[in-house]
């Protein structure tokens, strides 16, 4: 394919090198996505102390001596596949602690961290690097490279494109109006048309504002954003813009997440290992599931939806259902899932933390997977789901709903149904959803059907890939 341009991708976290959530899995997986249309991607990320090791042969090919507070230098190199540009300024990344926060909390200057990675997204778009590199289009990540658009916009473009995508709003990079000019914002765009935003800062705001494009990780979540329950104090914002909004869903690593990879290989078209890899979990948590086995792999979250399992939960075990999780997160929700544990021994298995090993496992030997999220941008939970046979009953919002067909009757008449939707994100929803699914399961005709449909979809990035490459080709053009 002949190269039609270059794009910086500028984010916080990027897959193989650093990551806290799904972000890193699109930001990682977008350059070798993009590569055979024809567009060139290299992504920017701080060089967090754990990662400077990677770079330790890397050449310099750009610099700033003054970059809030301290130098700055950019280093190239290549992980896992990826095109890597890293951001070293020892001041503002070198620190013991999490990427975004330390023991006390978020870091008290991560509003000058996250622009001085957006500030030299913007210098190398207009100026390009010391190895002749220059992109055509800088495409920022969440709030974390939000500014970078806004520096294009307001310190000059250099003819270059911008793109700005919310993988979630509710992360919207709030400062001090104080900050104004020590990150580099003009006074004059101080007002709500602009960089104002509730006596603050927003840098996500600033990145809305000034974007050539802006694009969500889903089409309903794109819609959902202009509408206040979703849009976080954002919505008159993306409603102003709505001629530039897009939704492109995400894709699943197909590599990674494999059926006929996993230690018992099953497909659609050979489907006997499923049964073998059930058993395995079943065994590996001591139940005993007569019904629907459910896996719950999350972050245990009210966002989430989590603190609606318990309410849940009896009457699905009653009809034959169990359930094995998998996650962390709220205290109170973590003791929640222990107290099902306990009180259904034999039905609920329960693992507090993360293992990627064994969600594979959850994945492979789940009947049907959980994810009733009160928000939800795109999701890959119901992805990986659909990609194992494992039956999503999700939400019908955001993600959940653009990847999901509903078996009602006319779908599983048609034959298209993929898995379970409910709606709104209440027990009283979610446990007709689970009677549903019961229901299914007692049906062995239809219930391999629909498992069949589900690991046909294509969850791949070709499709995403193809969309975000018709995006940069209308900047250039």
């Known amino acids: 394919m002949k190269l039609k341009g270059r794009v910086l991708s500028v984010a916080s976290e990027c897959v193989p090198l650093v990551k806290t959530g799904g972000l890193a899995d699109v930001v990682g997986a977008l350059p070798a996505a993009l590569a055979p249309l024809g567009w060139e991607m290299r ?29 700055g ?45 957006s500030w030299i997204a913007a210098r190398i778009a207009r100026e390009g690097l010391g190895d002749g590199w220059k992109p055509d289009v800088v495409h ?13 916009a307001y ?37 709500p048309g602009a960089l104002e935003y509730y006596g603050g800062l927003s840098t996500l705001k600033a990145g809305l504002v ?4 802006i694009t969500t990780v889903s089409p309903t979540y794109a ?23 897009s939704g492109i869903l995400n894709g699943v690593d197909t590599a990674v997440w494999d059926p006929s990879a996993e230690a018992t290989p099953f497909s659609a078209k050979e489907p006997g290992g499923k049964a073998v890899a059930r058993a395995a979990l079943c065994a590996e948590f001591g139940l005993d599931v007569p019904g629907p086995l459910a896996i719950l792999v999350s972050r245990l979250t009210d966002q989430k939806g989590i603190d609606l399992i318990p ?17 962390s997160g709220d205290q109170g929700l973590e003791g929640a899932m222990r107290g099902l544990a306990e009180r259904f021994p034999g039905r609920v298995g329960l693992r507090i933390g993360y293992d990627e090993a064994l969600s594979h496992r959850m994945f492979a030997g789940g009947d049907a997977v959980l ?24 939400a019908a919002v955001g993600g959940l709903a653009d990847t999901v067909i509903h078996a009602n009757p006319a779908a599983l008449s048609a034959g298209v149904a993929t898995g379970i939707t409910f709606h709104p994100t209440d027990a009283t929803a979610f446990a007709q959803g689970l009677r549903q699914l019961v229901a299914l399961y007692a049906d062995p005709k239809s219930w391999a059907r629909v498992q069949k449909n589900a690991m046909k979809q294509d969850v791949s990035w070709a499709a995403s890939a193809a969309e975000y490459a018709s995006l940069y080709d209308g900047l250039l053009a």
Do not use: K
């Open 43 to 71: 992504v920017l990320v701080p060089g967090y102390r754990a990662l400077l090791a990677r770079a330790a042969d890397w050449p310099e090919v750009f610099a700033e001596e003054g970059l809030f507070g301290g130098r």
């Open 73 to 117: 230098r950019v280093l190239a190199g290549e992980v896992g596949g990826v095109p890597v540009l890293l951001l070293d300024a020892a001041h503002l990344y070198d620190r013991e602690g999490g990427i975004y926060s330390g023991p006390g909390g978020d870091w008290w200057d991560n509003p000058q961290r996250f622009a001085a990675l």
């Open 140 to 152: 920022a990540h969440d709030w974390q490279a939000a500014l970078a658009p806004a520096y294009l």
């Open 155 to 191: 310190h000059g473009s250099g003819g270059v494109g911008s793109v700005l995508t919310i993988h979630n709003i509710a992360f919207q990079g709030w400062a001090q109006a104080g900050l104004l000019r020590e990150m580099r914002l003009p006074p004059d765009q101080f007002h």
């Open 210 to 213: 000034t974007a050539d494009r």
């Open 223 to 245: 819609a959902e954003l202009s509408r206040p329950e979703f849009g976080m104090g954002l919505q008159g914002v993306i409603t102003a813009r709505a001629a530039v909004v």
């Open 311 to 327: 309410a849940v939960l009896p009457d699905f075990i009653a009809a034959g259902g169990g359930l094995v999780v998998l996650g």
């Open 371 to 394: 994810v009733p999220s009160r928000f939800e941008p795109c999701g890959l939970t119901q992805m990986y789901g659909l990609r194992y046979g494992c039956l999503p009953v999700v």
